[in-house]
């Protein structure tokens, strides 16, 4: 059985069939637009784009797992604004000889993922194509605070980052050198553990900057610096390196530093806070924001590979 | 020069350099997520897809057409829930030795189209791919009024057009028989006139369906009627034939109802109205709802091309 062999419609129908609906869904999918709450009167929205062999390899994790990865980057954008996540809307480009249970799964665990935030996937757009696509539309209320930009990071602010860094680009380089284990890295990588939660946490605590780590955390926080008009220096030290990291670093002759802090992916939040916020367990502070320019690891220029350029 | 050669973050600075802003945009491009007013406290969404080779073809028109029809194809989503768009966002994958000004020049339709309508580009994404994709999602307000679906038509409606029909399907043959005219239709083909404010007025006038022609005009009403449970029969002489498309049907050897009937991709709107509404000259009425199931072209079964499967 193939995508072109039921049809484009016959398709839309098994996938929207296993959709459920979020509480914020006025009209789900199956119209000309989808109908969402935004309780506010504002709606954050960011879009992703997920391409085989760019973004996923289809022998590296299931369909279900590309479906969590494809709507975690996007949900993790709105949390990175302070946003709670409301629907997902999804355009998928598909190979006509495909089979449509790799797409019902697809939608599976683009619809659990979704759903750990109480999102619903509304809408979206299905068409075949050579090359197996996934673009994604989150959106999301802000709960009638101001989104949190990059560009709010002032000098002495605190730098701290929620959620576990540099498991997703770990478990890259051991499925890419063809292991399978440890367990740890692999699934962080084929399913990210996104703190949503932490990202309206953030904004409620005064974070005054914040971004998702999905280029890397250098990366990343140049885009934060660049934005603020700020330097940011970061602390080696302010990482834990678990053991089996650890261990899989050795085993590949690779050092974990690397994809701390030049791996993306895990989709942690960082921010900055001013200095006397009172950080809760979720937020570890990681470093500071300085007078001057670019991000520094111990006051030292960084000289690894800083992140991911999607042409290159 | 090639995007590879610039880079992503080099393409995504000079393609959000030559976006405008609409009056909805709160925050636009640059930062995780964009903001958008949605000041009824609910947003209309809805995602479309283009595949070249599939959807547009570079010779047929140039990067600044496809954006216009990227752009009207997902604007008259939102016009045909009787919406009035406020924002569009863009994946964009590219093959990496594409011309940074293709992308440019693509940018510049699609944010010349959104701007007739008082919507801007807020935000996007950017991937290298082997197939030229675009995926756009667009935004937009409902004024406060109930969305006006697919599933509101009763038997005794009017059933009534606005905007063109048949123009973008003889356009494309036109140009798939290697010709470059008639230029009224080869136009129509490039850059299709969606009647957006004909959604917002639809929705004000109390139509009861609406559904924008993407498919061609009796699939699209078959989905109406599907969705209602309704039958909807169609006025083969409703329709006026242009002098060009009778001239190019002649040349081609071609039935202009083919176009008309069969044909989408000019987004022309077409809903349902209670018998006792008086209709504007946009709206011209070109059948009506009745009981049973399926649509029919005065009153006998359509034997033509109903539509467009993107699987087949």
């Known amino acids: 059985m193939s995508v072109a062999q039921i049809g484009e419609f016959g398709l839309i129908d098994r996938v929207t069939a296993r959709l459920a609906h979020g509480p914020a869904t ?3 999918p199956g119209d000309d637009a989808a109908v969402i709450a935004a309780p506010d009167g504002r709606v954050a929205a960011s879009t992703d784009v997920l391409v085989e062999g760019r973004h996923f390899r289809r022998d590296w994790g299931s369909a279900r797992d590309i479906g969590h990865r494809a709507a975690a980057a996007n949900l993790a954008d709105i949390a990175a604004m302070g946003g709670s996540p409301t629907a997902l809307l ?4 598909m190979p006509p000889e495909l089979d449509p249970g790799w797409a019902e799964e697809l939608a599976d665990g683009l619809a659990a993922e979704a759903a750990t935030v109480g999102a619903g996937v ?3 757009d299905m068409s075949a194509s050579p090359t197996l696509t996934i673009a994604v539309t989150a959106l999301g209320d802000l709960g009638g605070r101001p989104p949190v930009t990059r560009s709010g990071a002032r000098p002495g602010d605190v730098v701290a ?21 440890p367990r740890l890295l692999v ?12 990202g309206p946490q953030a904004a409620q605590l005064g974070a005054t900057s914040m971004i998702d780590v999905s280029d890397g955390l250098v990366a990343d926080l140049g885009h934060v610096a660049r934005a603020s008009g700020v330097g940011i220096d970061v602390r080696r ?4 390196v678990p053991r089996q990291m650890r261990d899989a670093a050795q085993a590949l002759g690779a050092d974990p530093y690397t994809w701390i802090l030049g791996g993306g992916e895990d989709h942690a939040l960082v921010a900055s806070f001013p200095p ?14 300085v007078d001057g320019s670019g991000v520094t690891v111990d006051g030292e220029p960084y000289a690894g590979p800083a992140g991911w350029d999607h042409f290159r």
């Not at 980052?161 to 284990?181: D, K, Q």
């Not at 006397?276 to 924001?289: K, T």
């Open 122 to 124: 509304v809408g979206g």
């Open 161 to 181: 980052l929620a959620g576990r860094i540099g498991h997703a680009a770990a478990g890259l380089t051991v499925l890419s050198r063809g292991f399978r284990t």
């Open 90 to 93: 999804v355009a998928l480009c």
């Open 237 to 240: 030290d302010a990482f834990e």
């Open 276 to 289: 006397e916020v009172a950080l809760p367990p979720q937020w570890r502070p990681i470093g500071r924001v």
């Open 187 to 198: 699934e962080a990588y084929r399913r990210p553990e996104v703190p949503y939660a932490a």
């Open 26 to 28: 006025l009209l789900g």
